[in-house]
């Protein structure tokens, strides 16, 4: 069901209780993709708690990760502090901001957006991907990681990656397709069991560099 709350409303009353709602690991899909890719700079769309910014820093990202929640980024500050982010090969750089009004500026090595999904109407998913497909520099890389089309949540349209390619209206000569897939992971709230769920996985990667 959407919701006519404001993103920030919305967003601040999901994470308002002040503690870890996800298991705090990094989104498998994320580590799979990013794995083999050379660190530099990152940006970490709709970051929630922090948990694939605190694992990109670790492995020697400069991250700057952004969320709309005041509370979320307090939670993943303290996580990125209990994991030892300041010791870390990276750094994170916590961004208070509604993306569908503008992203960071600059351009960035690793553009991630996981699981962008939002019930609040009128939410510019494509756009938001559109834009931030722009400030992938040259020679990096554009990871869409999203819930496939399930009945699931007939409240929100889930993109296949096919789709989601289409949506992102890209000029084919710079843009190479490395990963478009569904696959099976596990998800978990931090009290609940783990369940299995199919993710859509899209990497893009820039020409040029």
Known sequence: MSTTESSEQFWETFYSSGRGRWSG????????EVSGLRPGSALDLGCGQGADAIWLALQGWQVTAVDVSAAAL?????AAEAAGVADAPGTIVWDRRDIADALPAGSFDLVAATFLHSP???????????EAAATV????TLLIVGHAPSDAHPELEF?????????????PDEWQVRTSVLREQQHAFRDEAPTQRVDSVVRLERAGG
């Open 25 to 32: 690991k990094p989104n498998p899909s994320l580590v799979e």
């Open 74 to 78: 307090e939670v993943a500050a303290r």
């Open 120 to 130: 609040v109407e009128g939410f510019p998913r494509t756009r938001v991907l559109r």
């Open 137 to 140: 520099a040259p020679g990096g």
């Open 159 to 171: 993109p296949s990656p096919e789709e989601t390619i289409a949506e992102l209206a890209l000029v």
